[in-house]
């Protein structure tokens, strides 16, 4: 069987995520084969694309999440049936491409309420939600966060999620546009960080006491000020590097306030069958109790990835970007 794909045969820019067909193997046991409906763009692709991150192995194609339908079962897969809409996440990639094989227990059915393209823009995205504010740092209510990038796409949801919880958030943004969207989505807030001193800001919003926790996805650029932007016992969750990588520092600069740096990955948390389980759960709780609003994301066809990452990584991205295979 042939399908489209997004070949990346080497590191570099856009260009290098080429449409080609690829040879597809039938569904093997415990396998199942997937046409998908709707293919979520991460700035993870774009890490693995100019080779920040070596997780793919090459050539291959990109992708950790998408949603579409069950065409076939392979041997011994039962609690899925052909024709049933499902999504699944995962760190073996493959979602650039009309069609796939996939492992049968990666994929999760969906509810009605929520569409493909939603659906795709949203799930990866409040699974990473999920792990902020219960793994990596344990959200309280009345706790004040600081959230970077508050407008982009998991930061629209981790403020909502946050707000749910009981928290004050803080949120950092570039203009007054995206401190619209950040407000709309729970910030009490705004930074406004090309202008301002962020962490002088926060310390003055906190009456000289820092923050609980800061979610930062910036990396490079914003990790030296988040530090100093907590409170004692507070704890950094630096989960991204839009900026560039984190230079590196000593455990000493964490003992000024008895601070914790931690540095999450969310495929480490859904590694297990009982794992998965949890975060679809919860999940899909938080939007069937609008918790979280799912993102109306931009939608561009598969043959446009290179197009979907120059968005990206321009900052024109309105919090969620989806591929869809042409018929």
Known sequence: MQTDAIVLHRYGGPEELVLEQVSLPEPGPGEILLRHNAINVNFHDTYVRTGQYHTLQLPGIPGLDAVGVVEALGPGVTGLAVGQRVAWISAAYGGYATRRVLRADLAFALPDGIGDVQAAASLMKAFTVRMLVRDSYHLRQGDTVLVHAAAGGVCQLLCQWCKALGARVIGTVSSEAKAKVARACGADDIVFYRSEDFVARVMALTGGAGVAAVYDS????????????????????????????????????????????????????IRRPDQLAAYVADTLDAFDRGILRPINPMVLPLAQAAEAHRILEAGKSPGGLVLVPEA
């Open 218 to 269: 910036v990396g490079r650029d914003t990790f030296a000020g988040s530090l100093r932007c907590l409170d004692y016992s507070g704890t950094l969750v630096n989960f991204g590097q839009s900026s560039g990588p984190v230079a590196p520092f000593t455990p000493a600069e964490l003992a000024v306030r008895s601070l914790t740096v931690t540095r999450p990955i969310l495929f480490h948390k």
